[in-house]
Structure formats: C-alpha cells, structure tokens
C-alpha cells in the first residue's frame, strides 16, 4: 500500500459502498412495483462495482482510468424536495426520491474527501467516484420526474 492514509481514505470509501449497498437492498424489502425493484437492483449492483473497484484500487490491480467520466445532468430535486419517510406502502416516486438523496450524500463524500486532497492520482479517483455518484442522482431523478409529472397525451 503506497501510504497509511490512502488504505484509511480508500477503507472509508469502501465501507461507505457497502452501506449504500445495504441501503438499497433494504428498500427493496420494502417495494413490490417491479419498475423501482429494477433501479434499486441497478443501484445495487452499482455500489458493488464501486466497492469492487475500490478494493482492486487498494490491491495495486487497478488505474484511476477505469472509471468513465462523463456529463452529467444535475436535476437538482432532491436539494429541493423534502425527503420522504421510508416506509413499507411507499409510492414509486418516493423510491426515487429517497434514492436521489442518498446519492447526492455520496456525492457528497466523495466530492469532500477529493477536495482535500492535493493534486494527483488520489484526487483523480475520488472525483471519479464522486462523478459515477452524480450519475445516478441524475438516473433516479429523472425517473421521479417522469413518475411524478407523466406527460399527457395532450403535450
């Protein structure tokens, strides 16, 4: 390991995937309509990834390039919608919308944990991270947005 606190950073940043991880797996428990079933399991799978790629990052088996970078579209919904309560008779929209908080925290962390970190390969790897989190703000947003407010056969 290249330094102590790198494995700590990078041993945070795991544990924070599979806490998100056990997040969604716990809202499944708690939905039956299948279409929020499929992006909670697609959230699911995707915080393993990242806790996957995190772990082969600490092992030396992996460059900071194996994350895609993209643009991302920021909604921003959930910075101005309130949260919904989790509860067993939630509707689709508040899957979504609970969803969309939860990965602007982890957008959250990852953003704070790459801003004080000085220039480099670190830096890079968390601001990835963070970017595959915005990513899936922007996913479930959309969704709510499309849940919340269907468009109508007239317009």
Do not use: C, W
């Not at 606190?5 to 299948?34: C, G, H, P, T, W």
């Not at 919904?77 to 925290?105: G, S, W």
């Amino acid at each position: 390991m290249r330094n102590k606190k790198l494995e700590e950073i990078i041993d945070l940043a795991i544990n924070r995937e599979e806490i998100a991880y056990a997040f969604y797996q716990d809202l499944l428990m708690r939905v039956s309509d299948k279409t929020a079933r499929e992006t909670l399991e697609f959230l699911s799978r995707e915080e393993q990834k990242h806790k996957e790629f995190l772990q082969r990052y600490k092992a030396g088996n992996y460059d900071a390039t194996g994350l895609r970078m993209g643009t991302v579209v920021d909604y921003h919904l959930a910075e101005h919608l309130e949260k919904p309560d989790i509860n067993k008779n939630m509707e689709t929209r508040e899957i979504y919308l609970v969803a969309a908080y939860r990965e602007l925290a982890s957008f959250n962390f990852y953003t704070s944990l790459a801003e004080i970190q000085p220039a480099g390969e670190v830096k890079e790897m968390l601001s990835k991270i963070a970017n595959e989190e915005l990513k899936h703000k922007e996913k479930v947003e959309y969704l709510y947005a499309n849940t919340a407010f269907p468009q109508t056969d007239g317009g």
